[in-house]
């Protein structure tokens, strides 16, 4: 179905750092004179997972006019905010800052992002939003960059990788959810790894097209470690927004949870409700790349399965190439369920997208 439509919510678009050397500025005396003694300036830290000219990554025509796709503000401003008539925007910066191994340096690349996005982006048009990019491997420090932005109310969201250096509902992650629930900040999980690990189940594989495929299962992953572990018993405000996790793996893996769930529910005792009630419950999904079925009445009943009208919430992936126009939803989506996904979701998600 085409948008644009009025108020529309935008949950997940990615403007791009044209290179490293525009942290320059945003870096504190220190970490400048760090990062030109090694040169890091030179190098792009594009995250491995998404080459800039891969066809998946970059829509033909959304490319600027010069440099890479995500780079441009008038480009994308007409694109992704006019082209859609979009109300709110929230800007995921994906970098491979999250992913440097020392807690330190990665930190200091994501508070450079963050001012960065906050200034060069978010000052410059009222409807972008941004999520706050953290060194998730460093709890403590992550906790603190999270305290540190949310005093810009513009920030309305953590963004961290799927897949990890340990599962997302480990009790080492624990402070960064305390923060994030205090200052109602729900938990951006967008696709990809910080590659420590294999990103499949079986090793590391040899090509993108393995690799991608993957992630929905790394999905699975995360929100089986997230209610196991009691994230959302000690947190019970807390929500979690997968991006770009795709949409109807959710009834299979809800059946395959709560059955299991039901034949080991001893061990663990801290879960009062089932595992697809507890997703229902905290668990939001972006719209884009929406796999679905070829026909209108699958889709329904896809929907009918999730059972759950709060869950669905419009995205365009900007400037992912995941559908041609402006055909940014697929057709059959009940007509009442269209105004949720496009506008109520987000603004019961976001709290702080009401300011
Ligand atoms: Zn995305």
Not at 110 to 121: F, G, H, Q, S
Request: negative net charge; hydrophobic residues 40%; charged residues 25%.
């Amino acid at each position: 179905m085409t948008i644009p439509a009025p108020g529309a919510i935008d949950c997940d678009i990615h403007p791009a750092l044209p290179g490293t050397h525009v942290l320059l500025p945003y870096l504190d005396e220190y970490w400048r004179a760090h990062v030109r003694m090694r040169g890091l300036e030179r190098d792009n830290y594009n995250a491995a997972a998404f080459p800039v000219n891969a066809p998946i990554n970059a829509r033909p025509d959304w490319k600027p006019p010069r440099g890479n796709a995500g780079c441009d503000f008038d480009t994308l401003r007409t694109q992704a905010l006019d082209g859609f008539g979009t109300k709110f925007a929230i800007c995921n910066v994906l970098h491979g800052a999250q992913a440097i191994f020392s807690e330190d340096l990665s930190a200091a690349f994501c508070r450079a992002i963050n001012d960065w996005v906050a200034k060069e982006w978010l000052d410059r048009d009222p409807r972008l939003r941004a999520s706050i990019v953290v060194p998730m491997h460093s709890p403590e420090l992550a906790a603190r960059e999270i305290e540190r932005c949310a005093a810009d109310q513009r920030f309305v969201q953590v963004l961290v990788w799927e897949m990890q250096e340990i599962p997302l509902g480990r009790r080492q992650h624990w402070p960064i959810y305390r923060v994030a629930e205090q200052l109602d900040l729900p938990i951006g999980i967008h696709a990809g790894s910080s590659y420590r690990h294999p990103p499949t189940n079986l090793g590391w594989p040899s090509y993108y097209l393995e690799d991608y495929i993957s992630w929905s299962t790394g999905f699975a992953g995360v929100l089986n470690s997230l209610i196991s572990e009691g994230v959302f018993v000690e947190f019970p405000r807390l929500k979690v927004v997968l991006m770009e996790s795709g949409v109807t793996w959710l009834p299979a893996w809800m059946w395959r949870a709560n059955k299991t769930w039901r034949g080991v529910r001893a061990e663990v005792p801290w879960l009062e409700k089932s595992p697809a009630e507890y997703a229902r419950e905290h668990v939001r999904v972006t719209s884009q790349p929406f796999d679905a079925p070829p026909n209108a009445a699958m889709l329904r009943k896809i929907i009918e399965e999730i059972d759950c009208e709060d869950m669905l919430m419009f995205s365009t992936d900007y400037p992912h190439w995941h559908f041609d126009g402006n055909d940014a939803l697929p057709d059959g989506l009940p007509e009442h369920l269209l105004k949720k996904i496009l506008v109520d979701n987000a603004l019961k998600t976001y709290p702080r997208l009401t300011s």
